[in-house]
């Protein structure tokens, strides 16, 4: 089952932007889940995991800018994207951690210029 992500866009250098994740049940039940991304020519990287307790971590590129949460009785993960940087520009997508190869949705392209 794949899981839909949506909210991104065009912004300039530091606006802000939420993303969405509407992600299985059966997934939000049981696993933590991360928000990732990869932008053009580069390896996807993990931004932040949330784990079932709301316990959260965030890579250091992002840290103190982004925040990552989950509401599970609507099973969405959020990603509330603040001060952003033109190398912020990527696809970001949601997924479990770690992730399931089966599970990628088609991303948000999230895009950082002025």
């Known amino acids: 089952v794949q899981l839909v992500e949506s909210g991104g866009g065009l912004v300039q250098p530091g606006g802000s932007l939420t993303l969405s994740c509407v992600a299985p049940?059966?997934?939000?039940?049981?696993?933590?889940m991360g928000w990732y991304r990869q932008a053009p020519g580069k390896y996807r990287e993990v931004v932040a995991t949330?784990?079932?307790?709301?316990?959260?971590n965030a890579a250091d590129s992002v840290q103190g800018r982004f925040t990552i949460s989950r509401d599970n009785t609507k099973n969405m993960v959020y990603l509330q994207m603040n001060s952003l940087k033109p190398e912020d520009t990527a696809v970001y997508y949601c997924?479990?951690?770690?992730?399931?190869?089966?599970?990628w949705g088609k991303g948000t392209q999230v895009t950082v210029s002025s």
């Open positions: 997924n479990q951690s770690p992730p399931l190869a089966s599970a």
């Open positions: 049940e059966s997934m939000m039940r049981i696993r933590t």
């Open positions: 949330i784990d079932i307790g709301g316990s959260a």
